[in-house]
């Protein structure tokens, strides 16, 4: 039902926009659902402390309580604080906008309210995009809009009205990527690859870090996985970076949609050369970089502490990435980041050298082969490196992992990796470091599919990770008939479709022939 819910939105979403560009229009429509979730939020939070003040057996009891006191109480910021709830002022509640919806001026109306919730709330200080009075949208859309943000946050639990703002959230992030073919400029990564990179490192506790965070989907997909497993809030602490002031905001409104704390740094900037998180170590680490960056160097970058094996080329930042993720990282620490997959064989400049450093200080642990078309604005193959600082287990080898042919179709053009192909790979890569989800299940390599490979052979393959090189043919099973049997039932077969294929020739040229057309 909710998937029918976000289609529908979107698709009615998508039709107000009219002619105008879908990059600007995201931050019109992201920014609308963040208000609604903040009204609807502290509306929640003022109900549930109306009942707790009236509860003689809570803690929250007050006693000889008139409408002043009520009032007064209502009105002290700490007890929303408390839960990360954000204060929102009468003028500024969802209910008020939506009573002015049709109103000419109700452009300007959002923008003071965004203003006077940042006030407010430090927190928000610089994030929320003030852009509704200017917006260029014809007559009415706007209010519309308005009206259709309405329908989102459905039943009277508060919990679960929340969780589909961060869904209709996120879903709407992707649709955006999609219509716009990019996202601010960097390459989209798609929900299942984001997925399919938080399964295997598994953050159930601990700090978890995106050097490139955009609009932060990992790092809430970070937060579910380790709520699906026993995780507690507050067991996952979210670190991230983003370069895009626009993305930036996004992503802090996405967090916090989804009721998170988090770190995004100071301001908005590039994670090469002003790093927001200097002094972080984290548990894991996770990026989706836009593919191949030729312009990330400065000279300040010369013999950076965080090129421990080696100095990436000013043309390329595929081992920047990697080894300021390793820089990142607690001695027992993972991290897993998707490239384009020149970086898993390529030796221009110094990667080559780059590369053979990292396998022989065995920190590569796992390289995956993704299937092609799943990203959105572009159509280069892409591969998963997952690194470990100090291996625990299964040291001296690395699991490679092909999943090229695992894809499915959505549409003519877009493929995705279903729940069943992530669950696979991710129980896989579990049973090879010896933590199966399935009690008793053990790794085996699968010809095709999978192999752990010790770094000797590795180093005679020229230190390539492509995982087509390791895991072999696929094994073809065999129904015991020989080759004769088999050429004869095939000849038969074309026997019989050009025997049908004289006889279609001959009815045809009977036809033609009863119209006088000879030949």
């Not at 609807?40 to 002043?68: K, V």
């Not at 928000?124 to 706007?142: H, N, S, V």
């Not at 548990?283 to 010369?302: M, Y």
């Not at 729940?419 to 699968?446: C, F, K, L, M, S």
């Amino acid at each position: 039902m909710l998937d029918d819910i976000k289609k529908t939105l979107w698709a009615t979403a998508d039709k107000l926009r009219a002619n105008m560009d879908a990059a600007e229009y995201k931050h019109l429509v992201l920014g609308l659902i963040f208000v609604k979730y903040v009204s609807d939020t502290f509306a929640a939070r003022r109900a549930e402390l109306i009942s707790r003040f009236a509860d003689a057996s809570d803690d929250y009891f007050l006693h000889d309580c008139d409408d002043e006191l009520l009032a007064a109480e209502l009105e002290d910021r700490d007890y929303y604080r408390e839960v990360n709830v954000f204060w929102v002022p009468e003028s500024s509640r969802w209910e008020a906008l939506r009573a002015a919806a049709k109103q000419p001026d109700i452009g300007k109306r959002i923008d003071d309210a965004l203003t006077v919730i940042e006030v407010e709330n430090p927190k928000l200080k610089g994030i929320l995009d003030k852009r509704y009075g200017r917006a260029q949208l014809p007559d009415g859309k706007l209010g519309e809009l308005v009206d259709l943000v309405s329908k989102i946050g459905f039943g009277d639990d508060p919990s679960k009205a929340r969780d589909v703002l961060g869904q209709v959230y996120e879903y709407f992030l992707g649709q955006f990527a999609s219509a716009e073919g990019k996202r601010g400029g960097d390459d989209y990564t798609p929900r299942s690859v984001d997925w399919l990179l938080v399964s295997v490192l598994a953050p159930v506790r601990g700090q978890v870090y995106d050097p490139c965070c955009g609009g932060a989907s990992t790092l809430v997909l970070a937060h579910e996985f380790s709520r699906l497993h026993g995780g507690k809030s507050g067991d996952v602490s979210i670190y991230g970076q983003e370069a895009n002031p626009t993305t930036w905001c996004l992503a802090a409104m996405h967090l916090a949609i989804r009721g998170l704390d988090f770190k995004l740094g100071r301001e908005p900037s590039d994670t090469f050369t002003h790093n927001q998180h200097p002094d972080l170590r984290a548990d894991f680490v996770v990026a989706g970089p836009p593919f191949n960056i030729s312009d990330w160097w400065h000279a300040s970058l010369t013999g950076d502490p965080r090129w421990e094996y080696g100095q990436p080329p000013a043309g390329n930042a595929n081992y920047a990435w990697l080894q300021h993720m390793l820089h990142h990282l607690k001695p027992t620490g993972r991290a897993g980041i998707v490239l384009a997959n020149g970086s898993m064989s390529s030796s221009q400049n110094s990667e080559g050298e780059i590369r053979k450093t990292m396998v022989e200080a065995d920190v590569v642990e796992v390289m995956i082969a993704l299937p092609g078309q799943l990203f959105f604005n572009t159509q280069i193959p892409a591969c998963l490196w997952f690194l470990a600082k100090q291996k625990t287990t299964r040291q001296g080898e690395v699991l490679f992992i092909d999943a090229r042919k695992l894809g499915s179709m959505i549409s003519r053009v877009q493929a995705e990796l279903t729940d069943e192909v992530i669950e696979r790979i991710g129980n896989t890569v579990a049973a090879w470091r010896g933590q199966p989800v399935t009690e008793g299940a053990t790794y085996a390599d699968i010809p095709g599919y999978c192999r752990s490979v010790p770094l000797a052979e590795i180093a005679q393959h020229g230190h390539v990770l492509t995982p087509g090189r390791y895991v072999g043919a696929e094994e073809v099973e065999d129904n015991d008939e020989d080759f004769a049997t088999k050429m004869q039932q095939l000849t038969e077969k074309l026997g019989e479709q050009m025997a049908r294929g004289a006889e279609l020739d001959a009815l045809i040229r009977g036809k033609l022939g009863g119209l006088g057309y000879e030949f």
